[in-house]
């Protein structure tokens, strides 16, 4: 099986070249890491260690930052162990670097073995964690015959790749025995987990990880934008985060509904990908509305009453959240399964979303059962933010009741360290 799945992906590989080549020289896209995912483990990382390796893989920001906690955690309780982490994404790896130092931080490689093996045989990691769901056949059997042990943690199965793995399950059971521990997100996630192979016994549930998150450090921005909005007399604030195709557009619609009533309110527009920045500032061009760029804001214009910011930067928005008086969480107006709604939280600022968030089910259930959240379609959106600006008591309370929600959710990154502990000194099954 493991031959074939081989061949397959070469194959898909070969084939899909062009696309990549051409995504490389017009976007600068996965150029970066390209010699360390073929297998070259870069210097920095080969230094040796006394004490056992765990290596981390967490595909993008959002592992990144759900393991940022278990990562310390891993690294004060596992003794003399080096803990070494993996990305896919040039963002991730960007972040990772930053948190936990770049010798100990590189791209994962190909899931094929030539890619695979130099760092097998480099790293020799004792454990291997897997964030979530990256059950990559060739490298989680490598990992496993070289005698390490394999862990995934805060595991979920999405709604969307639910049916999929159900079709593969022959093939992708053959895959999950060589993993020795499943951490649960949910009872949901768990029962997944169970049948599209995963032996029952190794299945415990152990909560989601991205509760344990730490507030984000505040930016310098926050505090020039504090101080911009007070001295100008602007406001109230809007924050529209991790917004998607087609989303500014609506997001725009019920901002010039809210300037019927407050001619001074601000909204700051945060785009998911960094690749839609100059398309969300030339539909801004467009809109005949008021604008400015973060990257060319300068505190003193006062420009910012009845107008938007365009946040065409990385890794500022979760910080942003705390000026806001209300949050429209992006990606679930449409069907892309919604984003995190954990970041506003943090500052108990009243979470709007859109339908589609399967992709957070779990959290955005628990902020369900708790009123925590208000579902809007792009028609009511507008509408339901003037509702809460004007009943302050009513907009507070929903924003505590998220934090809340949060603050009671903590405690899945010790539970895990429990587990992996264990891992760790019990006979292989």
Known sequence: MFLIYSAILAVALLLSSPFWL?????????????????GFVPRRVQRSSSGPVVWVHAVSVGEVLAIGTLVQELRAHITASRVVVSTTTHTGQKLARERFGEEDVFYFPLDLPFCIAPYIRKLRPSLVVLAETEFWPNFIRMASESGARLAVVNARISDRSYPRYKRFRGLLARVLRCVDLFLAQSEVDAQRLREIGAPSERVRVSGNLKFDVAPPKEVALVEELRAEIAASGAGPVIVAGSTVEDEEEMVLTAFRVLLQSYPRAVLLLAPRHKERFEDVARLLSASELPWRRRTLFETGEHALGGAVLLLDSIGELASIYALGDVAFVGGSLVARGGHNILEPAHY???????????????IVGLFAQANARIVVLPETLGEIMLALLAREDERKALGERGRQVLVTQRGATARTIESLQGLLTEPRQ
Do not use: W
């Open 348 to 362: 108990g600022v009243p979470i709007l979303i859109g339908p589609n968030t399967e992709n957070f089910r779990d």
């Open 22 to 38: 051409v995504q490389m020289i017009r976007l600068g896209k996965y150029r970066a890491g390209l010699r360390e995912r073929l």
